[in-house]
């Protein structure tokens, strides 16, 4: 599979027959499962002081991995803690499994586990994170050269007037756009075109007004595809509030004595105790 492909750009048809579709996920349900493993990377990165660089090259690197695996073999908690993990080492961002693990731990658990070194625990997501490591490098074809969206952003801002507000919601945008497979299916000055216009959109009146209605066409992007992912991230906002919703319903439904479907990662198919 590594000798014959090794290109990462992807369509959205691409999507709709990942691994996981393949094995009964819907094209939905793992967008979502896909976006809360990059917000557990996030959080995780905040807590750890990580570069946004560092975070945003773990979530390339989980949804290229999710275009070989399956989220029912793999938790997408566990994957995101191990993408994380090979980041930090990628980036020379490096941090100690002393300290990375119980941060990793108490935001996939939303604070309700611990896991201190020498406890069953910590081991247990020590010898996740360092065996799905080796998968994680086949499934990447050890190629692990990513191209941000965010050097575009800022490679764009700088040479636009851009109102520092709308620069910091397009800043914003990016990184949800981190979180779903549009950095598999546009390139990273398409994704850059595409925060900076929908900040635009969204920004103050009185905070549009330094940017050149140009900007795009003089930027050389293509609108169709701009729009694209605007449209894509404004859906998926729409999708994930939905999802928030209903989750006090499902929450209701599950005994006080089991954790919430799907809130605990499984290593190998077999939660942490």
Not at 116 to 142: H, Q, Y
Request: hydrophobic letters at 40%; proline letters at 6%; one cysteine or more.
């Amino acid at each position: 599979m590594c000798e014959q492909e090794t290109d990462w750009q992807f369509t959205r048809e691409d999507l709709q027959r990942t691994p996981s579709v393949g094995c009964g996920w819907t094209v939905e349900r793992e967008e979502l499962d896909r976006a809360k493993a990059c917000a557990l990377i996030y959080s995780a990165s905040r807590k750890l002081q990580l570069p946004q660089i560092t975070s945003s090259t773990a979530c390339i690197y989980l949804h290229r991995f999710f275009m070989r695996h399956t989220l029912k073999e793999f938790h997408h908690y566990n994957i995101a803690a191990t993408c994380l993990f090979f980041a930090c080492k990628a980036e020379e961002t490096l941090r100690k499994l002393d300290v990375f693990i119980p941060i990793i731990v108490y935001y996939a658990s939303k604070g309700n586990r611990k896991a201190t070194p020498g406890t069953s625990e910590f081991d247990k997501w020590r010898a996740v994170i360092l065996g799905t490591e080796v998968v994680l490098l086949e499934a990447l074809c050890f190629d692990m050269v990513v191209d941000h969206p965010h050097v575009a952003l800022a490679q764009l801002l700088e040479r636009q007037q851009v109102d520092r507000r709308v620069a910091q919601m397009a800043w914003g945008f990016i990184a949800d756009c981190m979180r779903l497979p549009i950095c598999i299916v546009y390139g990273s000055r398409t994704i850059a075109g595409a925060a900076v216009e929908l900040a635009t959109r969204v920004a103050p009146q009185d905070a549009r007004t330094g940017l050149d209605p140009s900007w795009a066409d003089r930027a050389g992007l293509q609108h169709s595809e701009v729009d694209q992912v605007v449209q894509w991230l404004l859906d998926f906002y729409s999708r994930e509030a939905q999802a928030r919703r209903a989750q006090p319903a499902e929450a209701a439904q599950t005994p006080a004595s089991s954790p919430p479907a799907n809130s605990s990662p499984m290593p190998h198919q077999s939660p942490p105790k």
